[in-house]
C-alpha cells in the first residue's frame, strides 16, 4: 500500500521556513507563483517587462514568508497584500525615473539637477526630445482627465491624492489609470 503524504498549510510551512527549513520555503514560492504572476499581469512598468514585476513579486512573497506573524490572517492574505505593495512601490518608482524627465515642463538644460550630470549635450537634447515624444503620444491617446490622472500617477501621488487634486471619486480615478494602462500598452507594443 502506496502511503500518502498529507499536504501542508501555508501557515506549517511558512513556520517551518521560519525554522530555516529551505524546502518548505521553495515549495510556498512555487505554490503562490501563480497568485504573483496574476498580480503583476494587472500592472504596467514603463521602460520594463511583466518579468520584472514578477520577479518584484517574487521579493514580495518571500518577504511575506519571513514577515509572517498570523495572528488571524491567513498566509495567503498576508501575501497578496506583500506582493501587490511590492509590485506598486516597483510600478510608481519606475514611473518616477524613468519619466520624471518627460513629465516636467522645463528644459533639462537649465534644471540644476542636470547640472553635474554625466550627459553630454547630444544626450539632453534626445532625452528631451523623448519627453516631448512620449507626452505627445500620451496627449494623443488619452483623454484630458485621463492624461491628468496618469500624469500625477506617474509623479508618485497615491489614489487619494489624485481624487482630492481631481475633485473625482476614487472609482473614477481608478477607472482612468486602468484605462490608460491599456492604451499605453497598446501603443508602445508598436
Known amino acids: 500500500m502506496v502511503e500518502r503524504k498529507e499536504k501542508k498549510t501555508d501557515e506549517e510551512l511558512v513556520r517551518l ?11 510556498l514560492l512555487l505554490r503562490h507563483f501563480g ?3 496574476g498580480i503583476a499581469r494587472s500592472f504596467f512598468l514603463v521602460g520594463g517587462e511583466t518579468e520584472d514585476l514578477i520577479q518584484e513579486g517574487m521579493i514580495g512573497l518571500y ?5 509572517y506573524k498570523g495572528k488571524g490572517k491567513s498566509f495567503k492574505n498576508f501575501a497578496y497584500l506583500c506582493v501587490s505593495r511590492r509590485i506598486i512601490d516597483a510600478v510608481k ?3 518616477r525615473r524613468k519619466n520624471s524627465p518627460l513629465n516636467e515642463g522645463a528644459s533639462p538644460l537649465v534644471e540644476d539637477e542636470w547640472a553635474d550630470s554625466a550627459l553630454s549635450p547630444e544626450d539632453l537634447l534626445i532625452l528631451n526630445d ?3 515624444e512620449f507626452r505627445q503620444k500620451m496627449s494623443g491617446v488619452l483623454s484630458d482627465f485621463e492624461f491628468k490622472v496618469t500624469t500625477m500617477y506617474m509623479d508618485g501621488m497615491s489614489h487619494a491624492e489624485i481624487c ?3 475633485g ?4 473614477s480615478v481608478d477607472n482612468a489609470i486602468q484605462r490608460s ?9 508598436k
Open 17 to 27: 521556513s521560519q525554522e530555516g527549513d529551505k524546502r518548505a520555503t521553495e515549495e
Open 35 to 37: 497568485l504573483v504572476r
Open 63 to 67: 518577504s511575506a514568508i519571513e514577515d
Open 93 to 95: 518608482a519606475g514611473a
Open 130 to 132: 523623448d519627453r516631448r
Open 164 to 166: 482630492k487634486a481631481t
Open 168 to 171: 473625482k471619486s476614487a472609482k
Open 181 to 189: 494602462k491599456k492604451k499605453l500598452q497598446d501603443v508602445f507594443k
